[in-house]
Nanobody
């Protein structure tokens, strides 16, 4: 079955950096667009970044220039490098893939940015 396992979240001060990882299994990883989403308390889940199988990337305006998404097809892993973190980036970050017509999500990893 499809599994997405996020890691790398934690507590960081404003201006700091974190690198999130998402290990995928049960899919043909190299053939899929992978995405990162986030959900802050009391808010909807929003797209943060995505990367296609041809390495085309897309970012939410709020993270452009600060976050970088990348993928390692040999490791079936997608990464999110987050720099210059702001308190507004505090959220649970989720990995996402659309596979076989279904949306799959990981359990999420919590990122907390203190001011």
């Amino acid at each position: 079955q499809v599994q997405l396992v996020e890691s790398g979240g934690g507590l960081v001060q404003a201006g700091g950096s974190l690198r999130l990882s998402c290990a995928a299994s049960g899919i043909i990883f190299r053939a899929n667009t992978m995405g990162w989403y986030r959900q802050a308390p009391g808010k909807q889940r929003d797209m943060v970044a995505s990367i296609t199988r041809t390495y085309t990337t897309n970012y939410a305006d709020s993270v452009k220039g600060r976050f970088t998404i990348s993928r390692d097809n040999a490791q079936n892993t997608v990464y999110l490098q987050m720099n210059s973190l702001e308190p507004e980036d505090t959220a649970v970050y989720y990995c996402n893939v659309l596979w076989g017509g279904m949306n799959y999500w990981g359990k999420g990893t919590l990122v907390t940015v203190s001011s």
